[in-house]
């Protein structure tokens, strides 16, 4: 006699993936926000955090994950389904170009270099607002289709030479 098991339909879980310090300039707020809000419309999701690690700050939410920082996360953000990063103000994060040179989808705020790294909203992200008052849950967990974006060419190797 086996114990009784009724088949059900999983859920595809959201996986996510930001790499920056948990502080106020850095939308460590916005952060719980995404979070409550993926938990209010019943979204599956997981979130690795990498931040520094005298940070000591206990997770935010039961799907997230504090990992210690590390500079070879490249393989995890081309494994998850987006990158976040929701600070007040970025100047050319590496995070995001390398998110999008490997085909993986930006959820950020609109901070001014945003859309010039390439992050257009339903296309290769979302550009969320700061006051996080309209974040299109439903759409971020449906995905975006394969894009591909090339890095900006940097001409360092003019100006240095």
């Not at 930001?18 to 209010?40: I, P, Q, Y």
């Not at 500079?71 to 081309?78: R, V, W, Y």
């Amino acid at each position: 006699m086996y114990n009784p098991y009724t088949v059900k339909k999983p859920h595809k879980v959201l996986n996510l993936i930001s790499a920056t310090r948990l502080t106020a300039e850095k939308g460590f707020n916005r952060m719980v926000a995404l979070a409550d809000a993926l938990d209010a419309a019943v979204i599956p999701f997981h979130w690795d955090v990498y931040t520094e690690a005298s940070a000591r700050v206990q997770p935010f939410n039961k799907s997230v994950s504090i990992l210690p920082q590390r500079l070879d996360i490249l393989d995890f953000i081309a494994n998850a389904d987006y990158l976040v990063q929701l600070s007040y103000t970025e100047g050319y994060s590496y995070s995001i170009v390398e998110a999008l040179s490997v085909g993986t989808p930006v959820i950020c705020t609109a901070f001014p270099v945003a859309e010039e790294q390439g992050i257009v909203n339903g296309k290769t992200g979302f550009i969320l607002p700061f006051d996080m008052t309209e974040i299109p849950v439903k759409e971020i967990y449906k995905g975006i289709k394969p894009f591909k974006v090339e890095p900006r060419e940097s001409h360092y190797d003019e100006i240095l030479s």
